[in-house]
């Protein structure tokens, strides 16, 4: 934080000179306590000789409050001066660390020595919305964590644009049970390059630590990044290797996961790197996979399509592939966003080197849209004979909430044993959809006949009430 003011116009170098003695007094003080606050607070309380910054708390509220009244008057003193305009945004900046110091402070100083999580499941939390916002901080050790989460109040203690009086970041729940694995990926140094950790946070994300808390720190990056293909080549061309990260995968190069051999390290769509054999005849050439019955799960995305003409614009593909729902739905402009992880193969960079959209989600979360909104949901081999019967009805009404009335769901060979078929199906069922297509085929790519493909395309009703 350097204190750089134009010497253009005398009056602020006056002040500012004033600002800058004080704020290096009070950062350096700042500072000391901060180190004494993050790693004593728990000494402290152990040792119950708790100290009072009480006095120290009043001395910030002083600054603060001048600051702020400082920030108002140069508004509306000098609303059009430029200088004004940085020497403001200046005092907002020094504003927030005063702030969160202050609070800091208060919370050490005068609050009741905290257990930990122990009392957050009990629902006691939310009676008392500043509570969670004391205790969940304190439930980890790692600074940036605990600076995440806290609370953030607004500058000059308003509403926001958004009706808030604060900042409420959030994180996953089950990260409090995933507390070692998460204080490695918050442990870092801020400003510098991260680490190459994007696994332990996709494992965070997957096992319930999602979202994540943001971090400080700069993302690595492949290091000789080639400029991505031209939009009327990319779709159908394996990308640049360089464009990747490659170091957490068995294959180190696309050309590695689009042959047709095993030991990638993912099972799920093991040929959907293979965009000019596997990948190009889906969803346009039917595959029938008992050649002696005439029924396919498959359908043409020009069936669909043309069972509400000119009206699917917008939508979702949930499922696991490299975007060629999405390459193929672009061809008739509809405009579809994949949503991936990164299990075993770099399945969001290809994405969006085709030039489609990835969208980085895992099955636990809400959907990020909103209600009545996209036209089509379509998913395929994400979904399947594993997912917990209660948990796909969760899905499947949080699919039901973004789709429009009118929108259409396509299940697209979904597949599962025989025996737990009725239960999927009463999920689906559940939806009370029209049934546009709905087909179950015999799965027979392995030796015994135990699995069967569902496939469907079902239209939400509309709900006017
Ligand atoms: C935020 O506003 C609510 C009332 O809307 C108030 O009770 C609460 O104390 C405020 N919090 C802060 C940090 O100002
Ligand atoms: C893609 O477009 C560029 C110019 O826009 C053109 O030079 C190139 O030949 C095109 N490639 C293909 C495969 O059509
Ligand atoms: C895609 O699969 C076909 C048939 O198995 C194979 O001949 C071709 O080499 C594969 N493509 C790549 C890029 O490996
Ligand atoms: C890949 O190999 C399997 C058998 O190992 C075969 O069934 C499948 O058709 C092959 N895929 C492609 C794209 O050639
Ligand atoms: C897609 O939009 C383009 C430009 O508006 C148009 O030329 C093309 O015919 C459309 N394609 C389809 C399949 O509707």
């Given at each position: ?66 600051i ?5 008057d ?19 900046d ?9 609070l ?19 629902g ?40 808030a ?31 190459d ?62 042959n ?54 917008v ?6 592939g ?6 193929r ?36 979360q ?15 081999r ?84």
């Amino acid at each position: 934080m350097k204190f750089r003011i134009s010497s253009g116009i005398p009056m602020f170098v006056f002040v500012s000179g004033v600002f800058s003695l004080l704020c290096i007094a009070l950062f350096s003080k700042f500072y000391s306590f901060k180190s004494f606050l993050v790693f004593d607070t728990r000494c402290n309380f152990d040792t119950n000789s708790r100290v009072s910054y009480r006095p120290q708390v009043e001395i910030l509220e002083t600054v603060i409050e001048k600051i702020e009244q400082e920030i108002v008057d140069i508004r509306d003193s000098h609303k059009d001066s430029p200088y004004a305009l940085r020497y403001g945004s200046f005092l907002a900046d020094i504003l927030g660390p005063i702030e969160a110091a202050k609070l800091a402070l208060a919370e050490t100083g005068v609050g009741e020595p905290s257990e930990g999580f122990t009392d957050m499941g009990s629902g006691s939390g939310s009676a008392h919305p500043g509570s969670i916002d004391h205790v969940l901080p304190e439930f980890f050790l790692t600074e940036e964590i605990r600076k995440y989460v806290r609370v953030k109040p607004n500058r000059l203690g308003k509403q926001n644009f958004m009706g808030a009086n604060g900042t409420f970041t959030s994180i996953g729940h089950a990260c409090f049970s995933m507390k070692q694995e998460l204080e490695e990926y918050m442990n870092y140094d801020v400003g510098e390059i991260c680490n190459d950790d994007w696994r332990l946070a996709q494992r965070l994300m997957v096992h319930g630590c999602d979202p994540l808390p943001r971090r400080r720190c700069f993302s690595r990056a492949p290091q000789f990044y080639t400029k991505p293909s031209p939009i009327n080549e990319s779709i159908w061309r394996l990308p640049d290797n360089k464009n990747v990260r490659w170091s957490q995968y068995r294959c180190k190069n696309f050309v590695c996961l689009a042959n047709n051999k095993t030991g990638k390290g993912f099972f799920k769509c093991s040929d959907c790197f293979n965009l000019t054999h596997h990948e190009f005849p889906r969803w346009v050439v039917p595959v029938f996979p008992d050649p002696t019955l005439n029924s396919t799960p498959d359908f043409r995305i020009t069936d669909v399509l043309d069972l509400k003409p000119d009206e699917i614009r917008v939508g979702l593909d949930f499922s696991v592939g490299t975007g060629t729902f999405a390459a193929r739905m672009r061809e008739r402009n509809v405009t579809i966003v994949s949503a991936a992880i990164n299990l075993g193969a770099p399945f969001n960079e290809m994405i969006a080197l085709r030039g489609l959209i990835p969208l980085y989600l895992t099955v636990n979360q809400r959907l990020p849209f909103f209600d009545n909104t996209l036209d089509l949901i379509h998913t395929s081999r994400f979904l399947d004979g594993w997912i917990d019967f209660v948990l796909l009805e969760f899905v499947l009404y949080d699919w039901d909430r973004v789709l429009r009335p009118g929108g259409l769901l396509w299940v697209d060979s979904f597949f599962c044993l025989k025996d737990d078929l009725e239960g999927y199906l009463e999920g689906f069922k559940m939806l009370r959809y029209k049934k546009h297509k709905w087909v179950v085929v015999p799965k027979m790519d392995k030796d015994d006949n135990r699995e069967v493909f569902f496939s469907a395309v079902l239209e939400k009703p509309p709900r006017p009430f």
